[in-house]
């Protein structure tokens, strides 16, 4: 199965993607944690990324399409991924639509995670204060989502229009949320 989690910046994509990706037994793949790890081992992906991404800002698409079609062609991604930060624009979205038909798959179920944007800077500037991560200074999180809003919400309309789309409001406890999820995705 594969399953894209859509929703801005502290909508609890991470959290509720990797528990969801245990129940069913896929790998979850992110590509800010991908990105962040190649910022901290100082590799040439992450030499491009970290400038943009200490602003809030996007790494180019071809970056991003390079990981993406790297991580969707990897053996353990045979049975189904979770996709965690991506697709983010529509040319990535495409680029994930490519790589799963050239494998006879397609994407399943896209869930948009809704929080409303006072809960989503709430939360992004408790984990700041919590983790210390670079992009959440108050700019960088007004600039994600922002960024959220212009690039990667036309998301939803793609995928609403295919029936893909899965809508679960995002308050409330982690188990009431995994709940929710569960019950939209009938598993
Ligand atoms: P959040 O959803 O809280 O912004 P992520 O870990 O998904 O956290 O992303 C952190 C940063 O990594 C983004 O602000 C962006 O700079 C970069 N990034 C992650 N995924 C993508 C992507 N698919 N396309 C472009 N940039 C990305």
Not at 55 to 84: F, H, R, S, T
């Amino acid at each position: 199965m594969d399953i894209v989690l859509l929703g801005p910046p502290g909508s609890g994509k991470g959290t509720q993607g990797a528990l969801l990706a245990d129940r069913i037994g896929i790998p979850r793949v992110s590509t800010g944690d991908l990105l962040r790890s190649a910022v901290s081992r100082g590799t040439a992906l992450g030499r491009r990324a970290q400038s943009c991404m200490d602003q809030g800002l996007l790494v180019p698409d071809d970056v991003i399409i390079g990981l993406i079609e790297e991580v969707l062609g990897l053996a353990e991604a045979a049975n189904g991924v979770m996709m965690d930060g991506f697709p983010r624009t529509l040319a990535q979205a495409e680029a994930v639509d490519r790589a799963l038909e050239a494998q006879g798959r397609r994407v399943d179920h896209v869930l948009n995670i809704d929080v409303p944007d006072r809960e989503l800077f709430r939360r992004l500037s408790g984990r700041a204060r919590e983790q210390g991560r670079s992009d959440d200074t108050p700019e960088a999180i007004r600039k994600r989502l922002a960024v959220y809003g212009e690039q990667t919400a036309p998301l939803v309309q793609y995928y609403g229009d295919r029936g893909v789309l899965r809508e679960v409001r995002g308050t409330g406890n982690i188990d009431t949320i995994a709940a929710r999820i569960a019950a939209v995705l009938g598993i």
